[in-house]
């Protein structure tokens, strides 16, 4: 068994708010470990009264209450990237990504020049768009700490797109009755077709706002 089959029995048995937010920070930091085994498994269970974790005599969940745990976990997760870049600084990251312990983790300088370049080329709202796009999701915030981008926005669209992410992973595990492989093998799919409603949402706004001006 892998590390993340060893942690995914373990969350099995002692599945919580605090286990979905520990791990929800695992998966926004540079450790590599996917938010699609956290989310949805969980939602899955506050939807079955009967389901296993009753049996084992932990407290009922709430669809809800995942969803806002698992953003809390995300956002601990980014705010670890963001001041780890800005203590450590560009030199020390890319030395770091690019080390036997970053392989590791699954980084290289080439990921993280991959997120800087994205950040430079959407600016603040990289860090909400981004945590929509494999492979970009973990990384985003390493750019924005090493840009020194201000708090308070890069809380708020680390908030919005953390918390929209966990609402589609919730839709997902309550309607899919815990078929993991059907929501590991359609998760890319999930993240296009909500870039694509994003894309269109943001066409739509610019054409009411030219065609009234």
């Known amino acids: 068994m892998t590390i993340i089959d060893n942690i995914i029995t373990w969350y099995s048995a002692h599945m919580s708010y605090a286990s979905i937010t520990a791990l929800m920070a695992i998966e926004s930091s540079f450790i590599p470990f996917p938010s699609e085994v956290v989310i949805p498994p969980a939602a899955f ?7 296993v974790l009753y049996a084992t005599g932990n407290y009922p969940i709430d669809v809800l209450l995942i969803v806002l745990f698992g953003t809390l976990g995300a956002m601990i997760g980014a705010l ?35 997120a800087e370049a994205y950040f430079r080329d959407h600016g603040n ?59 590991k093998a ?15 949402a943001v066409v739509y706004l610019v054409l009411k706002k030219v065609l009234k001006k």
């Open 186 to 200: 359609y998760s890319h799919e999930l993240s296009i077709a909500i870039l694509i409603l994003f894309a269109v």
């Open 45 to 51: 269970v506050a939807a079955q009264p009967d389901s």
């Open 80 to 114: 670890i990237n963001y001041y780890l870049s800005v203590w450590l600084g560009r030199p020390i990251i890319y030395k770091f990504a690019d080390s036997k312990l970053g392989h590791l983790c699954l980084l290289s300088g080439e990921k993280i020049q991959k």
């Open 125 to 183: 709202m990289s860090t909400f768009i981004g945590r929509f796009i494999p492979g970009i999701r973990q990384l985003i915030s390493i750019p924005a700490g090493l840009a020194r981008m201000k708090m308070g926005p890069f809380l708020l669209y680390t908030f919005l797109g953390a918390f929209i992410w966990n609402i589609v992973l919730a839709l997902v595990g309550y309607l899919a009755a815990g078929q993991m492989t059907l929501i």
